[in-house]
């Protein structure tokens, strides 16, 4: 992940940094077990003080989202030696693999006949344990779309539900709902804070996000004299919004930019824009916007990489643990 700081944007150096690294974390730029530069060698490239980076790196360590190995570097949280355990295991399952092909070979099994006796064999181990699972998001609407995202992704018996983060944390009941459940789901940036509140017993995952088809499609359709705007909740979100933006509408000038708190930066956003593409969460831009100014929202869904990587191998372990335990009983 290459990271940018704007000195157009009304945003700190500060905030530009922790919000790249920690939007980069959410959006799957930066994966778990991702090393960063140093200290040195990114204020170096970035054209500011050390003290800077080292303070930003303090933040995001003490909120779960990085690590520091002595000797070695920082890293992106949750990667390390359970990463390379899993990798092992990969490795070995495709020993075991390549030995059932084999096996088919010799006894004149098509490919097609074993693809066919394999997956007959997964629909019905997975088809014994549904799972419930709970996803933890921040703006409600977005949260459903999510899940409803995931859902075509899990098995058709399994539940999926969403929660909003400032409810779990408000409502006891809701809270003792959800550490019930097989497993929870959230954004890879906010994993730690979901964690924290959920208590160490309960499993989390985190996963990464991209933008969506739709917004891809949208920022690209746009004519190539269109005025653009943008507008989020969260200031730190501006250089990782802006510069995705960009790279989808490379062919318009540089947008303009404004945070939704800032009542004069919105005005000023409304009175010079054609089109403005919002963040989600910041909908309200929509209250009075004139006829001639168009809006989106600059949606995420689910990574599939990261759910194919950081979700389907825990489900089959959770999974593989309660067949276990019913064959037990």
Known sequence: MKIRLDRDLPVSLNQQLRGQIEYGIACSELPPGSQLPS????????????????????ELQGAGLLKSQPGRGTFVAGGGLGAAQNQERILELQ?????????????????????????????RHNSLEPLHLSFVGIFPEATRAYVADLRLMLQPADRIEAVVLKQLEADPKLLRAVRRCDLVVTMANRKAQVQGILGPKVPVVGLGFIPSERTRLALAELGPRTRLGILSTFPEFLPTMKAGVEGFASHLDPPLTAVLGDAESVARLVSSCDVIVYATGSEAVLE???????????????????????????LERIREGKAALAAGT
Not at 44 to 58: E, F
Not at 100 to 120: D, P
């Open 39 to 58: 200290v040195r060698e990114l204020a170096a490239q970035l054209g500011i003080a050390t003290a800077t980076v080292s303070q930003v790196y303090k």
């Open 95 to 123: 020993r075991h693999i390549d030995a059932l092909i084999g096996l088919a070979e010799r006894l004149g099994i098509s490919k097609g006949e074993l693809a066919s006796m394999v997956n007959a064999r997964l629909g």
């Open 288 to 314: 009075g916007l004139p006829e001639r100014v168009r809006a989106f929202e600059y949606r995420h869904i689910p990574d599939p990489r990261s759910v194919e990587r950081d979700l389907k191998p825990v």
